[in-house]
């Protein structure tokens, strides 16, 4: 993702940088919060539908992880990379956290659902600690959490599982992953990719070489295409670290003031 591009029209990182201590003494819990844009907010169910899949795929390593709804946001748009890319969506945030607008941020994941389309990338976008998403319409009509991931978490590709893994994609991003914590493998005559490459592992313009944690991407000619929803085990392990990691800078925090 172009960061830079993210950070020119924010101007200033420093008040993003008070969304991580928004929260006091919030023991290890993750806190993420979900906000829908007005026009997302219009289909039953998608904020319950998102909380659930956030709540079961980011239950790791012993954290609890209880997302909250904030609520719906009026915006420009529903074009949900720009939100965020071009700074609405961060700038909005860091407005709730001055008291200025009715939007309350979490010291973890900030993320907004619109209802853009998710045939064109990018679909949506994430950098640390804010994240946004089209596809609300798509999320409307998931099946629930258990009726889609049974027991091994992997599901063929359907533009509302799709949907759920991008928005998958940018919650790791706000958490800060990277795609290269990505991994697709060969599994029987299907690739099986997971949250951090979702489907940049059959995208032709993606660069190939080897993520970090799962070796080079197999070639997807011809082959089923499945989303496994659990992050890979060394996105898992740096979440862990980045948890314990956040919980320290929060303490430091407190001791200065
Ligand atoms: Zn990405």
Redesign the pocket.
């Known amino acids: 993702?172009k960061r830079r591009v993210f950070l020119g029209a924010v101007g200033s990182m420093a008040s993003l940088g008070t969304l991580a201590y928004t929260t006091r003494a919030d023991d290890d819990a993750l806190a993420v919060r979900i906000w829908l844009s007005e026009q997302a907010g219009r289909y039953d169910g998608v904020a319950d539908r998102v909380r659930a899949f956030l709540a079961r795929t980011l239950a790791l390593e012993r954290r609890r992880v209880e997302p909250t709804v904030g609520g719906t946001v009026s915006v420009s748009t529903e074009d949900a990379a720009r939100l965020t890319s071009r700074g609405e969506w961060p700038l909005a945030l860091a407005s709730g956290r001055l008291g200025r607008r009715d939007i309350d941020p979490v010291s973890g994941v900030n993320l907004l659902v619109t209802d853009g389309g998710m045939r064109d990338a990018p679909t949506g976008y994430?950098a640390p600690h804010v994240a946004s998403v089209g596809g609300a319409r798509h999320i409307g009509r998931l099946e629930s959490v258990d009726d889609l991931l049974g027991n091994d978490w992997i599901v063929p590709v359907t533009t509302a599982a799709r949907t759920m893994h991008v928005l998958l994609?940018e919650v790791g991003?706000a958490l800060g992953l990277a795609?290269r914590h990505g991994v697709a493998v060969r599994s029987g005559d299907a690739i099986v990719t997971t949250p951090m490459l979702s489907s940049y592992a059959w995208d032709p313009d993606f660069d190939p070489a080897p993520t970090q944690c799962g070796g080079a991407i197999p070639s997807t000619g011809g082959r089923e295409r499945l989303l496994d929803f659990a992050f890979s085990a060394c996105a898992r392990r740096e979440l862990a670290v980045g948890g314990r990691d956040g919980n320290r800078s929060e303490t430091r925090h407190r001791a200065a003031d």
């Open positions: 993702m994430g994609h991003h795609h």
